[in-house]
């Protein structure tokens, strides 16, 4: 059952509390008993053949360790061949935000989903359990419930964020504070302890890259390799990286308009985000604010065919004005809609890293039924 908590909310609070702050120091280790794993079932989605799930309990709050405590789920697969084992390889997908579960999906052929389980090679499986821990207040570890926002147009539109992270506070006090890269790093630390495991090595991907670093800076005593893919800066808040990906939405969008003969939703970029971004309205009440792909010739409307270039040159400069006009009438006249409920925008915000997703991805987002979450 899904609960009434915004999904939007663990991403809002997320963002605004793993900041990207400067590296914390070195960890003076202090003694722990060894943490108990629970095992589990895995969620439905994981279904990478060897996948096990499990949990421990670690305190909610790091400078009260004898406080109030919570659950920190993780997936893992065992190195093929023993004798080659090689050690524990953490990996992260980015966000902040995104769920390890993903990570351990292979393509389900029957629902046309995209596999969202890194390509290994044959010698990292056969060398590497591979581990994955569930970020603290998402779903499969403590998750972080938040009650409904109310408030009036005006101040939902201007400060959503701040209204999210109340609401929090009402429902679970003080848990949304610890919610930070640091906090994220030592429950990795408390899942190696629980896994006797002396050294981990690391695959960051994207925000990950961030919270790698962060665990190697601060147990550098239990880190063995790190590889860091698609480096995120941590100079950067979260607004200012959002823009570094419009490149990635709009190859999309480009590739898809490449082969309109297969799925018939444009044959330019910016018709295909036209495609996509009514398809998000349909799915959510509210339009996405992503901006379109500058527009071509044949992207002018027939009147204004005369124009040519020049016409598409004008709309391209008119184009984030007139997405963000949108946007602002569509959340007034749908009071709590938020586009990142489209399931439609979520499937392209997290694929569009992926090209070899691609055709997957078009191919949901081209049926003509709304796109909906799997339970």
Not at 68 to 90: N, W, Y
Not at 122 to 139: C, K, N, S
Not at 276 to 298: F, I, N
Request: some cysteine; charged content about 20%.
């Amino acid at each position: 059952m899904r609960s009434s908590t915004p999904i939007l909310a663990v991403a809002v609070v997320l963002a605004s509390l793993v900041a990207y702050s400067a590296v914390p120091d070195p960890v003076q280790a202090a003694p722990m008993t060894r943490p108990a794993i629970t095992q589990e079932e895995c969620p439905k989605n994981v279904n990478q053949p060897g996948a096990s799930c499990g949990r421990i309990e670690v305190p909610m709050d790091y400078a009260s360790p004898n406080g109030q405590k919570i659950d920190i789920g993780f997936v893992k697969t065992a190195a093929s061949k023993f004798e080659k084992r090689r050690g524990a390889l953490f990996v992260n997908p980015g966000g902040p935000g995104g769920s390890v579960y993903n990570l351990f999906t292979l393509q389900n052929s029957a629902q046309g989903s995209p596999e969202t389980s890194p390509q290994w090679s044959t010698e990292v499986r056969e060398e590497w359990d591979i581990v994955a821990v569930q970020p603290r207040g998402l779903e499969g570890s403590t998750k972080l419930n938040c009650g409904e926002v109310s408030a009036g147009p005006i101040d939902q539109v201007r400060r959503f964020g701040g209204l999210i992270n109340d609401a929090c506070n009402a429902k679970m006090p003080g848990y949304a504070a610890t919610l930070t890269t640091e906090n994220t790093a030592r429950d990795w630390d408390m899942v190696r302890q629980a896994l006797g495991e002396e050294k981990i090595s690391i695959y960051g991907m994207s925000y990950g890259t961030f919270l790698g670093s962060v665990y190697a800076t601060m147990y550098p005593e239990h880190t063995d390799k790190v590889v860091l893919d698609a480096g995120l800066n941590p100079d950067n808040d979260m607004s200012e990286s959002i823009p570094s990906r419009i490149g990635a939405f709009h190859d999309f969008f480009g590739w898809v308009s490449q082969h309109d003969d297969v799925y018939h939703m444009g044959t330019t970029p910016r018709a295909v985000y036209k495609s996509w971004a009514d398809r998000v309205k349909q799915e959510t009440g509210v339009s996405p604010t992503l901006p379109p792909p500058a527009a071509e010739e044949e992207d002018v409307p027939e009147v204004l065919g005369f124009t040519g270039s020049a016409g598409a040159e004008v709309m391209t400069r008119v184009d984030p004005m007139a997405v963000h006009v949108e946007w602002t009438l569509t959340q007034l006249t749908h009071l709590g809609a938020k586009q990142n409920e489209s399931e439609s925008l979520r499937l392209v915000k997290i694929g569009t890293a992926f090209p070899s997703w691609w055709p997957a991805l078009a191919s949901i987002i081209a049926r003509p039924e709304p796109t909906t979450r799997p339970h």
